[in-house]
């Protein structure tokens, strides 16, 4: 009888793990380490975008997330971003790319969001930390880069010098983000 | 009764003075890979209004350039890249049309505006000079004093 139970419990579990899984994308690079020795996974999307999911933690203690807005908030983004973005370009670069696009619904490159430097990205996506009266990111959409429960997504494509060379897409360099040669 | 028009005057004046934002300048490619000879503004206005027509101005600006990379290229195109004109076809980008649906502001979001120049060489290549203007809502800038700041470059 325990035996069944168990194996019911087991089988109930599985498909609800799967079930996630489907939900998330199917993780296609288990362990990027990134130098600020963070580690994240990296999920595959059937639409063929990439994910680079983080709870926003400093030392190793997950904070709170992102939900209010104040200069602190702007500190941890920074670190955050920083360090998903080193993710997303050594990843890039395993795969054999030079460039990629974000496409997250606030920042999709692919439909003319205009920045592809880490400065300037950071400048636009802490506007509301910075500024009391700024609402620029409306954090709780469906695939938002900051999720109801504070976890921050990536959502990124690598892409190929015939993007690049096009002029018309701005695109992210790899080499901004990796100063080692690994 | 003129004392009172003054002020009110004074204060819209103060509002829009108070109007915070930032602005954001991006190229496609590095300016310095552009020795210019010509610079045409290809859209000034809501951002909201230029992701939708971002395809169209593309198609029309800067498909016969590229340097014949995109010269011929047909796909099935997603929605998404679809956005970007005929001639992005063929890029590889392959993202669904969930991806879309642009960010639904509230009530209070800010305002975005955004100008658009193509820079080009001699040879056709060009580079996007894009520059993005997001202001507090409340107060808020009008067209015409965004477009100032943008060309300014402030």
Redesign the interface.
Known sequence: MNRKILLMATIVGASLIMGGCAAVGTIVEPDIQTSSKAHYSIAKH????YTVVARPAVNGRVLSGFSYQSPKAAKRKRMVFESLFEAAARFTKKQGYTHF?L?N??F?N????????FE?FI??AT?EDR?K??????PY???SLISRHGDVQL?F?P??K??????????WKVSDFIKDNK | MKQMIIAGAMLALSCSAMA?Y?T???Y??PLSSIKAVKKTVLFEGE?SD??KQ?GEI?KKY?MSA??G??AGVTSQVPT??G???GA?AG??????A?????????A???QQF?RVEKIEDAKG????K?T?L?C???PSLSLEQAKQIMEAGK
């Open positions: 059937s639409e063929g975008y696009v496409v619904p606030e999709n692919l439909t003319g969001f205009p920045i592809s430097d300037n400048r636009y506007l500024h009266n700024f609402d620029t990111i409306s959409q469906q695939n959502m494509m892409v190929d015939k993007v690049v060379d096009s002029g018309l897409v701005s695109t | 915070e930032e954001f300048v991006s496609t490619k951002y230029y992701t971002v593309n800067a590229a340097g990379a995109l998404m890249v956005n970007l004109g992005a890029l590889g980008i392959g993202v669904a969930g991806l879309l649906e642009p960010a639904i502001w509230s209070l979001a800010d955004i290549n060009f580079t996007l894009r993005l997001v507090d809502k409340n």
